[in-house]
Nanobody, 117 residues
């Protein structure tokens, strides 16, 4: 199983980025997918999730600024981030879930997002 993230980088506050995660080795169309992030010196947290049927959920800190979506034909999940803030600086991880959102089955290697003020 592989989850490969891309799209991270350095951006100024107010800017936008699109993260992508391409998945192989699982039945992507039946998996719920999530994006976690870990800011420097802080714990990792789930910030966005999308079920196999397309239902989305977000933590309050990113609601209205980030959007998770999926392309089942290409086994890819996206996180579109706009109006980025310095507090969004973190390593972002793609995750695959067959059950609980709290305990992903698989993790990507992470992609770093740095938002400068």
């Amino acid at each position: 199983v592989q989850l490969v993230e891309s799209g991270g980088g350095l951006v100024q506050a107010g800017g936008s980025l699109r993260l992508s995660c391409t998945v192989s080795g699982i039945d992507f169309s039946t998996a719920a997918m999530g994006w976690h992030r870990q800011p420097p010196g802080k714990q990792r947290e789930l910030v966005a999730g999308i079920t196999s049927s397309g239902t989305t959920n977000y933590v309050d800190s990113i609601r209205g600024r980030f959007a998770i979506s999926r392309d089942d034909g290409n086994n890819t999940v996206f996180l579109d981030m706009k109006n980025l803030k310095p507090e969004d600086t973190a390593v972002y991880y793609c995750t695959a879930h067959s059950g609980s959102w709290r305990y992903p089955d698989y993790w990507g290697q992470g992609t770093e997002v740095t938002v400068s003020s």
